[in-house]
Antibody
Framework: QVQLVQSGAEVKKPGASVKVSCKASGYTFTSYGISWVRQAPGQGLEWMGWISGYNGNTNYAQKLQGRVTMTTDTSTSTAYMELRSLRSDDTAVYYC???????????????WGQGTMVTVSS | DIQMTQSPSSLSASVGDRVTITCRASQSISSYLNWYQQKPGKTPNLLIY???SLQSGVPSRFSGSGSGTDFTLTISSLQPEDFATYYCQQSYSTPRTFGQGTKVEIK
């Protein structure tokens, strides 16, 4: 079946980096994109950015520009999200979600990964 | 950025009630409005896309309407499994912004 499976929980110290993976199966990876969404404890959903599974084009939320990098490996149908210079307010559950292959496709997020808890604490 | 504002932030309702949640965009987004349901500790689940299209597998008691800046999610007869938080989201432009959520609680 169509699914996204994410890597496991992480605990990081402030200033460190984290890289979360999202492996797709059950569909043609290069026909879609992946958006990353995070949710701090008790808070709402925050879109972090998008990457095309076709050509690797990216579009990042302005507040994360310079700290976030999204990449893909089409040979394994896996998307990655790396966040650097972690702070305590980066503590959140990080989700990947299937999106359109371009930003103008304007698709909804119809498939979500199970989420990866990232805790930033000294 | 397009701001999405949901109302109410929370509501209490009984099983069988008709529930309506509204979402307003800060500028026109045509019909590029999606609704998600999230239960505690669970992943968000797509209910409605393109303002009024029911996602496959979603019960028909859920419906969506609206275009431009004003949108509505309606649950025609609230069921016990519907108690959750609901989010609207625009897919008209990036950044893909979400509403702040509406928590539906048991009365």
């Amino acid at each position: 079946q169509v699914q996204l499976v994410q890597s496991g929980a992480e605990v990081k110290k402030p200033g460190a980096s984290v890289k979360v993976s999202c492996k797709a199966s059950g569909y043609t990876f290069t026909s879609y994109g992946i958006s990353w969404v995070r949710q701090a404890p008790g808070q709402g959903l925050e879109w972090m950015g998008w990457i095309s599974g076709y050509n690797g084009n990216t579009n990042y939320a302005q507040k994360l520009q310079g700290r976030v990098t999204m990449t893909t490996d089409t040979s394994t149908s896996t998307a990655y999200m790396e966040l650097r210079s972690l702070r305590s307010d980066d503590t959140a559950v990080y989700y990947c979600a299937r999106d359109g292959v371009t930003t103008v496709t304007r698709d909804a997020f119809d498939i979500w990964g199970q989420g990866t808890m990232v805790t930033v604490s000294s | 950025d397009i701001q999405m504002t949901q109302s109410p932030s929370s509501l209490s309702a009984s099983v069988g009630d008709r529930v309506t949640i509204t979402c307003r965009a800060s500028q026109s987004i045509s019909s590029y409005l999606n609704w998600y349901q999230q239960k505690p500790g669970k992943t968000p689940n797509l209910l409605i896309y393109a303002a009024s299209s029911l996602q496959s597998g979603v019960p028909s008691r859920f419906s969506g309407s609206g275009s431009g800046t004003d949108f509505t999610l309606t649950i025609s007869s609230l069921q016990p499994e519907d108690f959750a938080t609901y989010y609207c989201q625009q897919s008209y432009s990036t950044p893909r912004t979400f509403g702040q959520g509406t928590k539906v609680e048991i009365k």
